[in-house]
């Protein structure tokens, strides 16, 4: 039985992707190719600040020793790269590279390629499941780009405003104007890791998904949507910044007030303005997804992770699939996978993503319906019956 979930009133409707900022509406992929510019520059401006510019030069990527050990995944071979995206800097992003054993699949391998490894969560049986399957699986730290940083106590235990780490990364030195913020960044980082396994023989950089969980789940949607050689996307419970809606908060989710306290890194300086001024907010999730289209974009949701708003990632996709229809694309190309429990990355949410890399890919039949919905009423067409709104805020 479907739920009917209660959302707070930010917003009567998600911004229209349709109509370009002079008033066109968008009837051509031509068309389409310049309002997805307007997007990227309308999620650069308010939110996440100006991504840095892929180096000029190529990466320098070399294989480093020891090998990856792969005790417990007996199908794994694992190898350490690291890659160096300056070519006048020693800089470099580690890269942990398992490919499946000969006996499982020959290659170039379809690639999985993950951004949490600062989380190091991403143990012998992920591996194991991942290479089993014929998939390649590359690991990184994206916090090798800018560092993560979460927002000082005072003595009552209330988040300190206004504390911001000096830009010394090497990233934000080369570049102190663009006012990025760590997502954006760690974005930058999945891309230079694409660069890297464009020149590993091993790997099939044509067919390589993007994916990463919570914080790590917005920074792979936001690669995703910005760099277009990701032939796959997935977002794994990343809520308020990734899948989740702005606009519409079912109760319980991360108030964007809460997000910029805590994490004041992560988004640029501007977008704290609209803290408890969601509703003026001229974006929303939906203008991500949309700019993956018609690459597939798969959003999975805990149906307890209340945090991270399941019920607001369903409008915003339900709203995105009409991007995909547009560009001639089929709706479960914006996809959504639900299981029960709470917050995390777990197998069942892995395996969800390696079935749908089997069904696009290879045409394998899928065990789950990628267009269900658990909630009553998410679609973009019915916002306005969605629940009776409070107006309250968080």
Known sequence: ??????????????????????????????????????????????????????????????????????????????????????????????????????????????????????????????????????????VFDRTTTVPDFMAPRDASGAFVAGVRPARESVLERRHPDLGFGAIAAWAWGFSRAMDAIERI??????????????????????????????????????????????????????????????????????????????????FDSHFLKAMCAPRPVVSSEGLDDLWANPAGACVTHAAARKVYEFLGGKPEHAAMHFRNGGHGHFIPDWTAMLDYCDLHYFGKPIPWDPLYTPYESCGAGELAGLVDCETDKP
Request: charged letters at 20%; a neutral charge; hydrophobic letters at 35%.
């Open 1 to 138: 039985m479907k739920s009917k979930p209660e959302f707070k009133t930010f917003g009567k409707a998600l911004p229209d992707l349709f109509t370009c900022e002079d008033g066109t509406v968008v009837r051509t992929a031509a068309d389409w190719r310049r309002r997805r510019g307007e997007l990227r520059r309308i999620l650069e401006e308010h939110c996440f600040g100006r991504m840095p510019p892929a180096p000029d030069a190529p990466p320098r990527v070399t294989q480093v020793q020891p090998p990856l050990s792969h005790h417990g995944a007996p199908s794994a071979m694992g190898q350490r790269h690291v890659t160096r995206p300056f070519a006048d800097s020693d800089y470099g992003i580690e890269l942990g590279v398992y490919t499946p054993c000969l006996k499982v699949a020959p290659g170039p391998h379809p690639t999985i390629l993950c951004g949490d490894g600062c989380w190091q969560r991403v143990t012998p049986e992920y591996v194991e499941l991942v290479t089993g399957r014929g998939y390649a699986l590359c």
């Open 201 to 282: 023989p091993a790997l099939d950089a044509s067919r390589v998904a993007v994916c990463g969980h919570s914080r790590g789940g917005k920074a792979s949607l936001l690669a995703g949507a910005f760099d277009e050689r990701f032939a796959l996307v997935f977002t794994n419970g990343s809520g308020s910044g990734g899948s989740g809606s702005w606009l519409f908060q079912a109760r319980g989710a991360e108030p964007l007030k809460w997000i910029v306290e805590t994490f004041p890194t992560w988004f640029c300086t501007r977008f704290a303005d609209y803290a408890d001024a969601e509703g003026d907010l001229p």
